[in-house]
């Protein structure tokens, strides 16, 4: 077998592993489900993931020691993982393919040469580094932002998964929903038809992980370039195959690393093996001595380039920060996922990924956009007004996906505050609130009280106090009463209006009795509890509706949103969390410590 | 798509050309006059397909319409209680389909009693498969928290899977909009409807819950599960909801777990401080009167919930279950 038809192999079949590991972050204990499957993975393998946490927390989160792995692997044999394992690198390298196949040769040759622009990638990669690495600064993780791993990962997770699972409801019974993805579908279309301009487009310019492993080829052991010969004669010398500048290994060089050229360049080489396939005269190879024709090892960069990058590296966090997002400025409806660190410390970890909002069961964990800072963006952000139900309580799915613990692997026992966390309670994503002006009971004396029904906390954090109000136009006259039935003056009464069973009516000086039916000019009390005087013809009559008006104990209420979520008011809703309150900072505090 | 040199057109090309130019016309012309349309759009609201849930009742017994087996253990005192209304076959018949709606409500687990309880569930559907010979038995609910979350951590999705019930998901297909005679609140609204349409029986099983609004939610207020759409709003009128839901739903047999009833923080619960054993399981054929005797487990009158009432003066059943001679029998 030809060598790169193990490469394609290899990339078909890590595609397809990365595509499954997408479709089984379902929370469930079928085989298509979540069971066991190591669906992190690819992202553990990342070693820009991994890079990036240590910079802003000094540590390497479990997980993510895979990247060691490939770290090595990448030391020993070259920069495989964007030609073999990176499932966005196979992307872009078939289509890049598939859209070019017919050009000529020459065209081929002219498409995959060397272009200065790709030193942006490393740029880039400098950039997104430096915004982390610098603490005394402030150090915010946003190579998520281009991390390919990431990028694929959240495209097909919140775009093109919930798309196409509409149809066959596999991953869920309602469909998915994601708020704003269709940004994260643009930058992902683009950066695959930018496949038909240029193969490998984002590889070849963007991608800071490729970066990275073009920093890290300079040490691999083992590198593509021209052969040396050892011929023992020189006879033998003149007759053996010798480069003869056909250009040919460059037709489909997918890094742009130049093996034709008089120096090739190690960095870009993402070791896809076209060359060796290309060159006829069988000078290209893969091996430990250094290309015959000389080779670059470093990327191309300029000192200037670099330390400009490095500068507005460092800049860059202070400059996003001026908004105050982090201070006084920070924004209520960033509600966190339950076990999500405090907001610096969780700003240090999140990779953008989306890991957390596609296992969500109830889909309220969703990409958060730019109103609660730059930063912000793509980070788990919970909608109560999406989804299944608010923040399902015997749930932590979400802290145990997290491949960097920016939201940290919580038991039921400490997101409840049962068993040994007793002490400290459970954990409050936020606070509701009511909106007296919206809630029906409160604003319409409508009876209502779905948010009480439904608050899952024991004893509710939502509880209500009994009033009963006197209706629009409900004084009414009283022209008889015979038995249970009052007799009015007023004859417009709507017909069994006050049948509900919620209607009451009370006569001045006496007990309010429950209304069971009603005509247009009469009322029918209970006759369980008839009058012990009979009211005169004349006076007057209350009609009365029995409320039950809700109020949230703020000391209660964990802020999960199902009362939000399943209010009936369904624009703007009566009852909404925001995350005042919340367990995981202490200067967004609500209330004082008994 | 052809290309022409900058010769002169022909007479016989400007013909071809005049043709194919007439023939677009009356195309664009011929479709815009199918089409048009004069009056424009009436209310904005689609035509949507009607249905109508069929009567899954059968044949009223004298004297066996109602029994309440007393015992701790659900699976007995169910066997007990359906037995003493003439055993299961003689609601399901052979190589017939069965419909079981438990009330599976919420995401909790078992030992907090806010969902019906796995085993019972799990009882019904062996039940069914062995005595009443039923060629299918589907378990199916629109339950208020995540679906699938809900059958799986109220570990009723296991417990009928494992005695080979199949779980039906409330998918938006499943979901036909109807209209109920005779009723105020269930106009033009969508209901859970598929799951029901080919089934022969249906069978309700509901825990007792206190809940705040309705006083209680039984069999009766089990039924709210069928309901789609934004049917919270009927909260605004929840005792003529539950009283519509009774006449909507015409069921074989429900079945009222009393073993443990939730007296507070209903009706999600959340703690096991908020259940009370009562050790009480009634099966009835008539829902009302298995919710008149069920409340009383809650310390609650049948004039406490308006719903019985009203469902009563609607002909659904009988809040008087003592005219019904409730067989009683105690499982030791």
């Known amino acids: 077998m030809k060598i790169i038809q193990a490469r394609r192999i290899s990339q078909v079949f890590f595609f397809l592993l990365f595509v499954w590991f997408c479709i089984v972050s379902t929370v469930g204990e079928k085989l298509w489900q979540l069971r066991g499957w190591p669906v992190n993975w690819f992202l553990q393998l990342d070693p820009l993931a991994a890079l990036g946490t240590i910079l802003t927390t000094h540590t390497l989160y479990r997980g993510l020691l895979w990247a060691l792995a ?40 002219q498409l995959n040469k060397y272009r200065k622009p790709q030193r942006i990638k490393y740029f880039i990669l400098v950039f997104f580094l430096f915004m982390a690495a610098f603490p005394s600064v402030a150090a915010s993780l946003q190579v998520g932002l281009l991390d390919p791993i990431p990028l694929i990962t959240r495209s097909f997770n919140l775009v093109l998964l919930p798309i196409v699972d509409r149809s066959v409801n596999l991953t869920s019974v309602a469909g998915r929903f994601y708020e704003g993805v269709w940004v994260i579908l643009a930058i992902f279309f683009t950066t695959v038809f930018l496949n038909l301009l240029i193969p490998r487009f984002y590889c070849r310019f963007i991608c800071p992980l490729g970066a990275l492993f073009g920093v890290i080829n300079r040490f691999a052991i083992w590198r593509i370039g021209k052969k040396q010969l050892v011929l023992r004669s020189e006879l033998l010398r003149r007759v053996a195959n010798e480069c003869i500048n056909c250009k040919l290994c460059e037709k489909s060089c997918e890094g742009g690393c130049e093996p034709a050229g008089n120096m090739m360049r190690i960095s870009e080489c993402v070791l896809c093996f076209n060359c060796l396939d290309d060159c006829e005269e069988n000078i290209i190879s893969y091996q430990t001595q250094p290309s015959l024709a000389g080779e670059i090892t470093n990327p191309d960069i300029s000192r200037r380039g670099f330390i400009l990058s490095l500068a507005s590296g460092i800049f860059a966090v202070p400059a996003v920060r001026l908004s105050n997002k982090l201070g006084s400025n920070w924004y209520h409806r960033v509600i966190r996922p339950p076990g999500a660190l405090a907001e610096k410390e969780f700003l240090k970890r999140c990779i953008k990924c989306g890991q957390c909002m596609r296992v969500c069961p109830t889909n309220v964990i969703q990409p958060g956009g730019i109103d609660g800072g730059l930063e912000n963006l793509w980070t788990p952000v919970l909608n109560n007004r999406i989804g299944s139900s608010g923040c399902q309580l015997n749930c932590v799915a979400c802290g145990q996906v997290c491949p960097t613990s920016a939201i940290r692997p919580i038991t039921l026992s400490e997101k409840l505050g049962t068993d040994e966390f007793a002490e400290v309670g459970p954990i409050k994503l936020g606070t509701a609130f009511l909106d007296r002006g919206r809630c029906l009971p409160w604003a319409m004396d409508k009876p209502c009280i779905v948010c009480e029904e439904n608050c899952p906390v024991s004893p509710k954090a939502i509880y209500t106090q009994e009033c009963f109000n006197t209706i629009r136009d409900g004084i009414l006259t009283i022209k008889k009463v015979s038995d249970n039935t009052i007799e009015t003056i007023e004859d417009n009464l709507s017909l069994g209006k006050f049948a509900t069973g919620d209607y009451y009516c009370v006569v001045e000086g006496d007990e309010r009795r429950k209304i069971v039916a009603n005509t247009e000019n009469s009322i029918k009390i209970s006759p369980d509890k008839l009058f012990e005087k009979i009211p005169t013809g004349g006076s007057k009559i209350e009609v009365q509706v029995r409320l039950q008006r809700p109020y949230v104990d703020i000391e209660k209420c964990i802020g999960c949103g199902v009362c939000e979520h399943e209010c009936p008011v369904s624009g703007k809703k009566a009852i909404r969390v925001s995350a005042e309150g919340e367990t995981r900072s202490d200067d967004r505090k609500l209330l004082l410590k008994h | 798509m052809s290309e022409q040199s900058g010769k002169k057109l022909g007479r016989r090309q400007l013909l071809i050309r005049a043709g194919k130019a007439g023939i677009s016309i009356a195309a664009a012309g011929t479709v815009s006059y199918l089409l048009y349309d004069a009056k424009g759009p009436k209310t904005g609201v689609e035509d949507e397909e009607h249905v109508t849930l ?58 907090l009693g806010a969902t019906a309880n796995p085993e019972l569930v799990a009882e019904v559907v062996r039940l069914c498969y062995s005595r009443g010979k039923a060629k299918k038995v589907i378990v199916t609910d629109n339950p208020i928290n995540d679906p699938a979350s809900c059958f799986m951590l109220s570990g009723i999705g296991k417990a009928a899977s494992a005695a080979g019930a199949e779980i039906v998901l409330p998918k938006a297909h499943l979901f036909k909009h109807t209209t109920l005679t005779g009723g105020r609140l269930i106009k033009n609204w969508p209901i859970f409807f598929e799951p029901f349409k080919k089934v022969n029986k249906l069978i309700g099983i509901a825990p007792i819950k206190n809940h705040h609004r309705a006083g209680a939610s039984m069999t009766m207020k089990n039924w709210y599960g069928l309901l789609g759409g934004r049917r919270n709003i009927f909260h605004q009128d929840i005792n003529t909801i539950i009283a519509e839901l009774a006449m909507m739903v015409r069921p074989t047999l429900v079945i009222l777990d009393g073993t443990e009833v939730m007296m507070t923080n209903g009706p999600t619960g959340g703690s096991i401080s908020d259940l009370k054993r009562a050790n009480t399981l009634i099966a009835s054929t008539d829902c009302v009167a298995a919710d008149s005797y069920g409340c009383s487990l809650l310390g609650l009158t049948v004039s406490d919930l308006s719903y019985l009432t009203k469902a009563e003066k609607a002909n659904v059943g009988t809040t008087d279950y003592e005219s019904l001679k409730p067989i009683f029998a105690t499982v030791s």
């Open chain 1, 70 to 109: 490939t770290v090595i692997l990448t030391t020993v044999v070259g920069r495989f993982f964007c030609s073999w394992v990176c499932p966005f690198g196979s992307l872009h390298h078939f289509v890049g393919f598939w859209g070019n196949r017919r050009k000529s040769v020459a065209q081929k040759i």
């Open chain 2, 54 to 111: 069929q009567d899954f009742s059968v044949q009223h017994r004298l004297g066996q319409t109602m029994s309440i087996a007393k015992g701790s253990d659900r699976v007995e005192t169910l066997n007990k209680a359906i037995e003493l209304l003439g055993g299961i076959e003689r609601f399901v018949r052979h190589g017939e389909t069965v419909a079981i709606k438990p009330n599976v409500a919420f995401a909790s687990p078992p030992m």
